[in-house]
T-cell receptor, first 112, second 111 residues
Framework: NAGVTQTPKFQVLKTGQSMTLQCAQDMNHEYMSWYRQDPGMGLRLIHYSVGAGITDQGEVPNGYNVSRSTTEDFPLRLLSAAPSQTSVYFC???????????FGQGTRLTVV | GESVGLHLPTLSVQEGDNSIINCAYSNSASDYFIWYKQESGKGPQFIIDIRSNMDKRQGQRVTVLLNKTVKHLSLQIAATQPGDSAVYFC??????????FGAGTRLFVKA
């Protein structure tokens, strides 16, 4: 059982480049979320989804897009990378709104 | 290793002592609360949860207390061990769809 899998683990981008962070879960969870974690800031919610075809914005959505075409996958797209998006990104999934989240191992992104 | 959490509040305890980590949450309508543990280089891991209709829940060596009057959550770890050293986050579910995390506390256990 792989749980939540994120790829890549590390990425360096130049300012203005775009890329997609991948997230897949094999637990048949309806709820999936993306967070970013900066030093001293805890985890901040970027976007979330409550099922295939349904997404919504979190606390810090600007500069990011998401889609949810399948239950398993929830990719996060950076449209035009900026140094302020340098962070560690975590994907999470959970079965319902009242159960714990399972997190991936994270993607460390550096924008230069 | 990870550089996150450099400026987090730190709690330092002696091995074998009990630890208490506190958290203030923001939304009086939140209905579900969770504590997560994050070790260096890893994603957060679930420790214990509590629903808003409860004020205390116990697990193995851990207890969560919820005070809705003052919007306060605490995590108690009994007989703290070196393996408990990590960053601890409280999180609240607002409306069942969003999970919002607190800033976190770094626990350092002295052997």
């Amino acid at each position: 059982n792989a749980g939540v899998t994120q790829t890549p683990k590390f990425q360096v981008l130049k300012t203005g480049q775009s890329m997609t962070l991948q997230c897949a879960q094999d637990m048949n969870h309806e709820y999936m979320s993306w967070y970013r974690q900066d030093p001293g800031m805890g985890l901040r919610l970027i976007h979330y989804s409550v099922g295939a075809g349904i997404t919504d914005q979190g606390e810090v959505p600007n500069g990011y897009n998401v889609s949810r075409s399948t239950t398993e996958d929830f990719p996060l797209r950076l449209l035009s990378a900026a140094p302020s998006q340098t962070s560690v990104y975590f994907c999470a999934s959970r079965l319902t709104g009242l159960t714990e989240a399972f997190f991936g191992q994270g993607t460390r992104l550096t924008v230069v | 290793g990870e550089s996150v959490g450099l400026h987090l509040p730190t709690l330092s305890v002696q091995e074998g002592d009990n630890s208490i980590i506190n958290c203030a949450y923001s939304n009086s309508a939140s209905d579900y609360f969770i504590w997560y543990k994050q070790e260096s280089g890893k994603g957060p891991q679930f420790i214990i949860d509590i629903r808003s209709n409860m004020d205390k829940r116990q697990g193995q060596r851990v207890t969560v207390l919820l005070n809705k009057t003052v919007k306060h959550l605490s995590l108690q770890i009994a007989a703290t061990q070196p393996g408990d050293s990590a960053v601890y986050f409280c999180a609240e579910n607002t409306g069942g769809f969003k999970t919002i995390f607190g800033a976190g506390t770094r626990l350092f256990v002295k052997a």
